[in-house]
């Protein structure tokens, strides 16, 4: 197996990836942040002092998956053309899902994109909700699906 993120002195580099095709490319990514109940329901009724938790962690998602290039070192800045975030909200475990998709038309994927994405998004619910509980857990990050490029698609199979 060739390693490509290598240059001849065996240094890290950035892939040259101008020699390959734009094509459509996605990726959902996910993460898990775990509360309890009483920090759970002040999330769910929009009564955190800091404001609309949801709200901030949507949006801090998104810039995150706009900037991603600027945090991970070689990471190429791809022009996003669609960036989203949902929450699954479980009220049985104080649990927030989050799940984010990306999508470009590039010679590279966007799997990091998604995976910054839910991973600040996640970090934010943690800003917002630390006054009041300092024990949050965040968990569960990792790449549900891709589709695009050379590599092809994956599609992450259930735990046994």
């Not at 810039?63 to 669609?82: D, N, Q």
Request: charged residues 25%.
């Amino acid at each position: 197996m060739e390693f490509t993120h290598f240059n001849d002195e065996g240094r890290a580099r950035m892939v040259d990836v101008s020699a390959k095709d734009q094509t459509l490319r996605t990726a959902t990514a996910t993460a898990t942040v775990y509360l309890n109940a009483e920090t759970y329901e002040l999330v769910v009724q929009g009564k955190m002092k800091k404001g609309d938790v949801l709200a901030v962690a949507q949006v801090g998602g998104i810039m995150a998956a706009k900037r991603t290039f600027e945090s991970i070192p070689m990471c190429h800045p791809v022009a996003l053309t669609g960036a989203d975030i949902s929450f699954e909200l479980d009220s049985g475990s104080h649990t927030i899902k989050i799940l984010a998709t990306t999508k470009c038309k590039s010679e590279t994927g966007v799997e990091m994109e998604a995976l910054s994405a839910v991973s600040t998004a996640a970090l934010t619910v943690y800003d917002m909700c630390k006054a009041v509980q300092r024990d949050i857990v965040i968990g569960d990050i990792m790449l549900l699906k891709k589709s695009g490029g050379k590599s092809g698609d994956f599609v992450r199979q259930p735990a046994d």
